[in-house]
């Protein structure tokens, strides 16, 4: 199992910009998808975006396309979700996940492994 860490997470104005970690540690990272998911109060998880672990590929959910960019830093085991432009409706409690499969995962039920949470807020 691998046990994930998240941070930077805040209150920031519509339009503004975050960025959350996610750091890895217990089992080989490399053999997992890295991804990030969101649950905003009343509502259901929602996927956000993933990552393999080479980088090389990406999935974003559509409501975040062109606004979030997730990454991966191979060498701190962390995995990085840059969101831009945000909304009030992006506010939630945001999760980072890992996944052990051999497609890039694409819904909460793909992942195995979820860190704590961090909040992320967005004013209007």
């Known amino acids: 199992q691998v046990q994930l860490v998240e941070s930077g997470g805040g209150l920031v104005q519509a339009g503004g910009s975050l960025r959350l970690s996610c750091a890895a540690s217990?089992?080989?990272?490399?053999?997992?998808?890295g991804g990030w998911l969101r649950q905003a109060p009343g509502k259901e998880r929602e996927f956000v975006a993933a990552?393999?672990?080479?980088?090389?590929?990406?999935r974003y959910a559509d409501s975040v396309k062109g606004r979030f960019t997730i990454s991966i830093d191979n060498a701190k085991n962390t995995v990085y979700l840059q969101m831009n432009s945000l909304k009030p409706e992006d506010t939630a409690v945001y999760y980072c996940?890992?996944?052990?499969?051999?497609?890039?995962?694409?819904?909460?039920?793909?992942?195995?492994?979820w860190g704590q949470g961090t909040q992320v807020t967005v004013s209007s």
């Open positions: 217990g089992r080989t990272f490399s053999t997992y998808f």
């Open positions: 996940a890992a996944a052990r499969r051999t497609a890039l995962p694409s819904k909460g039920a793909d992942f195995g492994s």
């Open positions: 990552i393999s672990w080479s980088g090389s590929l990406t």
